[in-house]
């Protein structure tokens, strides 16, 4: 009864995506609500995917010469308002910070949103000449804006990330890092999660409040819809100016540097989570699966059932491996291994072990493999690889399947409101043209895309007049 | 002359010992001060501590069974509330939010300054069955509390840390996780950081706001004072019961379960500073330095010797190695390294290379080595663990040696007056003492060693009453 009532808990996607969503993020106990409006708590099953993207990231990072370092998480208002476009897009919406230890405050803190400021206001004092550069600084920490509607992981008052804020000598060196960066996020997606990503560069509209150009990995969800994934910007050299940092050049001249930023935050879980999921739960990418393998003995209490389990946990001990010799029934542990999305799922038994067997059960594909057991450790080093290309091959697969193109304003009306997925359309470049379409439809322009393809009209999908950009649309988290 | 500079800057110890810490952690761009009052910047530096810290404890907590979470960073003021020595303790000091989002807020929310009353919310909805307990999570985070006088590591308005909260069924789980997490902290201070340190339990006058008990581990600085460097608290249920956390017992009647909090900070590093450095600098003990050995090559512009530089560097590949190849003198790096607590120095230049040897220097001794360097590798390794091991016997050494008993108050006042160390004195229990030996001398009572000591007079140092107990007590950081 308990095994059935685990299944049925969950809404199937194809009922209601949202609350297969919000079904597999409780039932998975990745996270809690909790009673602080608007934030969320990460639980272990949910913390432990945050660190395990943290390490690998953070490894990708230092090979590139990222060093980390950490700010305060409170901003003076003064220093927030130094960026004119910045403050426009971050004041509202901001929590502020009026009194501390039992007295108003002279000047508001609000707590950071982003560290922009912070960074400026340090590299003012650090950046003298160009032997001080570059900076190539991250911090890993959580950032606070006040949203009004929330979902976990997708968009809560606080959440986790990276903030990196680099410093460079030449307007050539900065626009480089930030396409570096972007290809770090996008390749950890690919190589890690298994997500395949368009990387492209935003509309002015939809670029960051002070940069100069913003660039995006854009992936598709399951119901076509599209989750901005991580951004890396190149702020040119406003917020320098802004800042008044200046350094000598090898010129012996006064010049000012360029800057960029980028970030991804516990979002990718949310893209995860809807990229690979079932209608049993989760599925998790076989590389950040905090356990990949899970051991089920089958009539446990009979003799030498669980010492065999334990020699196959012993086996298996280069992989992350647990037995799972809890008092529960198979058929339990069987579905609570597929709503928490491991893997794969050893199961042993008499009969198994009468044979020198076990049984291998891949959850992405639910396939079941009789394997010798002197064989399990090559198997398991395998399939592992195996379970990681097949899932991104299916989610690419999905992803190119459901790029539909549009030439006229019908058929791209007509794509957006009944294909899930992104369409794919010429652009004018005026924000005129975006706005309507977004009031006509709910879509936004994800990105015009790194890649350079052909033109599939000369005209804008939206005005009929000259078209300059390729762009992907879609309806987004 | 840039040698020369390097090394004035730094007042000597002896001579001041407050502005010698201040110069070195500034020197050794372990940090930089904010223009955000009573936060400091942790640079690359500062920061790489925090990291290696941060990754040997966690592993040290997860090998007895913790799980990372993460909780909110603000705490509404109502559940704050719901604690009452607890809120009496930290309200005076937290950092109040009063608008989000562009308007008033109905209910204040403070900044975190620890979040036992935020777990407490948590757990009252995870725990019902005995067969949920005990939950044993942790997480790293930042806290804030609005301090009025502040100094880098030791006493900042915000500052890193970890917080470990648990719930147990019985007080007796409850009592040994808690000597249990004290003693992780202290064995990661001698086999980590060489740091030896008392453990003991806190007065009541002392004790966390809203504990039953709270155990301490005191470290000793270079110049006698004490630093409490990490502590654990035993809540009993007063925190469960405030917040109505109930389980079913095995005996299917309700029951409260009893808790824990224990956690260690970025003041760690404030300790390990004033326990290890000297006139130069730092000295960083050597399985925390992000940096083990540098490199230095003499005479780099001559042939072969940075190639002979490299290939040493290769042969060193299993530690943590850095090749300073940078167009500065030798005598500038030497300075630098010793500034910066980098454990061992390796040059090498034309005269070693023809006798195929290099010469190693120990940061700690300053002692000389010429090495083959074919047993470089060994030498180092063997090297690393030597220092280790000297660093920890001088640090107890000194610690041992300036612990002064006292049985009348007058060489009580007398040895805490004009000697740098701690006091080993009886105690009566009564605050009231407490509170004249802190007005009297600024001393406070550390902590009630664990290690039962045979009592050294049957009074009280201070009132002449039956004595209770056997205290250190000192002047702290």
């Known amino acids: 009864m308990a095994d059935k009532k685990l299944v049925e808990a969950i809404t199937s996607m194809e009922e209601d995506f949202a609350q297969w969503y919000t079904d597999v993020v409780k039932k998975a106990e990745l996270i809690e609500y909790s009673t602080v409006k608007g934030c969320i708590i990460l639980k ?7 660190e395990n993207i943290q390490r690998e990231l953070d490894r990708r990072f230092k090979e590139t010469g990222v060093e980390n370092v950490y700010m305060p ?22 929590a502020w910070v009026t009194y501390g230890g039992g007295e108003q405050l002279e000047e508001r803190l609000c707590i950071r949103p982003t560290s922009e400021t912070l960074f400026c206001d340090f590299y003012k004092n650090e950046i003298h000449s160009y032997r001080d550069l570059p900076k190539v600084y991250n911090q890993w920490c959580s950032v606070f804006r006040w949203e ?9 008052r606080e959440f986790l990330w990276q903030e990196g804020h680099t410093m460079h000598e030449t307007a050539e ?3 480089n890092r930030t396409v570096q960066m972007l290809n770090v996020y996008a390749d950890f997606c690919k190589e890690y ?10 509309t002015d509209k939809e670029k960051f409040a002070g940069a100069v150009a913003t660039y995006t990995i854009e992936a598709m969800m399951h119901d076509g819809k599209a989750l901005q994934s991580g951004t890396s910007h190149n702020f040119g050299d406003g917020f320098a100016k802004a800042f008044g940092i200046q350094f000598t050049g090898r010129d012996n001249k006064l010049h000012t540097p360029h800057q960029t930023s980028w970030g991804l935050s516990t979002r990718i879980i949310g893209a995860m989570i809807m990229v690979h999921g079932d209608n049993s739960g989760l599925v998790l990418p076989p590389r950040i699966a905090p356990t990949q393998v899970v051991i ?7 003799d030498g059932v669980l010492d065999a389990a334990r020699a196959l946990q012993e086996k298996l001990s280069d ?10 029934s198979p058929g339990f542990k069987f579905a609570e291994q597929e709503m928490r999305g491991f893997p794969l799922r050893v199961e042993i038994g008499p009969k198994d072990m009468e044979a020198g067997n076990c049984v291998v059960v891949r959850r992405d594909t639910r396939e079941k493999f009789t394997v010798a057991q002197a064989e399990l450790h090559d198997f398991v080093e395998k399939m592992l690889d195996t379970i990681h290309n097949d899932m991104y091959e299916r989610a690419k ?4 399947e459901n790029i539909f193109p549009a030439v006229t304003y019908d058929e791209f009306c007509d794509a957006i409101n009944n294909k899930p997925g992104f369409v794919k359309a010429m652009w004018c470049g005026d924000v005129e043209c975006e706005n309507k379409i977004k009031e006509d439809t709910t879509a936004t322009s994800r990105c015009m895309p790194f890649n350079d393809q052909e033109p599939i009209s000369d005209r804008c999908v939206c005005c009929g007049k000259p078209a300059k950009h390729l762009v992907y649309w879609g309806k987004a988290y």
């Open 193 to 202: 999660l298994a997500i395949p990503t368009i990387r492209g560069k935003k």
């Open 73 to 94: 998480m409170v901003i003076p208002e003064g220093l927030l308002q130094k960026e004119k476009d910045h403050v426009e897009g971050f004041a509202p919406e901001v």
């Open 319 to 328: 992989f992350r491996v647990k037995l799972d010799d809890s008092d529960r």
């Open 397 to 400: 697969k999905h992803l190119e």
């Open 173 to 175: 060196d900065a626009e």
């Open 44 to 50: 272990p099953a949910g913390y432990a995917l945050w």
């Open 296 to 302: 089920i003995p089958i009539q446990q209490k009979k």
């Open 148 to 156: 009004k509607t929330t979902r976990p992981f997708l968009r809560s």
